[in-house]
């Protein structure tokens, strides 16, 4: 069975740290970009990072640069993410994403077909 | 970064009805550009990759069409299992960005 599944999720204090992880079954993880996707409560998704298939390239969105670092393990299949400084705006359900790629003309795109469940993270003292 | 705006923010059909779901960008993203489903609790689901290919197991009553900055995503002849929100989801540069998800009702 393909599946994701997220840990590490809980509650922070502001400016604290904390490392997600993500376990990897079913599929061959080495060969998919891997991404992160968070959702706080009552809004919609929003994309926060991604690695790429050999962990040789990643790209974060603006508000978690410097703070937040994603890597990736392939020999135990398993994806992190490890969050510093955080806020009270990181507030969120934290999902891992596996992206297969599809190629076309030369384009590669994402298409994010296996989600984890998520794990909640709450920054607040 | 590229804003993605969708409309109508919510929409209530019957079944059977044609749901349209238009997504606009700010600026033009070729063919980059998928559409998801999520229901209340549960993560999102593909539907559609590339602007108009859609997901394996996907029902052919969901298609998608558009290029440049104008897309839509239709549902020919919807279901109950369709309520849920969607979000069109731009892959044409980082940071990759949602719509602010439409809202669709069985009424």
């Known amino acids: 069975e393909v599946q994701l599944v997220e840990s590490g999720g809980g509650l922070v204090q502001p400016g604290g740290s904390r490392r997600l992880s993500c376990a990897a079954s079913?599929?061959?993880?080495?060969?998919?970009?891997m991404t992160w996707v968070r959702q706080a409560p009552g809004k919609g998704p929003e994309w926060v990072a991604n690695?790429?298939?050999?962990?040789?390239?990643?790209n974060y969105v603006d508000s978690v640069k410097g703070r937040f670092t994603i890597s990736r393990d392939n020999a135990q299949n398993s994806l992190y993410l490890q969050m510093n400084s955080l806020r009270a705006e990181d507030t969120a359900v934290y999902y891992c994403?596996?992206?297969?790629?599809?190629?076309?003309?030369?384009?590669?795109?994402?298409?994010?077909?296996?989600w984890g469940q998520g794990t909640m993270v709450t920054v607040s003292s | 970064a590229i804003q993605m705006t969708q409309s109508p923010s919510s929409q209530s059909a019957s079944v059977g009805d044609r749901v349209t779901i238009t997504c606009r960008a700010s600026?033009?993203?070729?063919?980059?550009l998928g559409w998801y489903q999520q229901k209340p609790g549960k993560a999102p689901k593909l539907l559609i990759y590339?602007?108009?290919s859609l997901q394996s197991g996907v029902p052919p009553r969901f298609s998608g069409s558009g290029s440049g900055t104008d897309f839509t995503l239709t549902i020919s002849s919807l279901q109950p299992e369709d309520s849920a929100t969607y979000y069109c989801?731009?892959?044409?540069?980082?940071?990759?960005?949602f719509g602010q998800g439409t809202k669709v009702e069985i009424k």
């Open positions: 994403v596996g992206d297969f790629s599809p190629q076309s003309g030369g384009i590669y795109f994402d298409a994010f077909h296996i």
């Open positions: 079913g599929f061959t993880f080495s060969s998919y970009w």
């Open positions: 690695i790429r298939e050999d962990g040789s390239e990643q």
């Open positions: 600026q033009g993203i070729r063919n980059e």
């Open positions: 590339a602007a108009s």
């Open positions: 989801l731009q892959d044409y540069s980082y940071p990759r960005t």
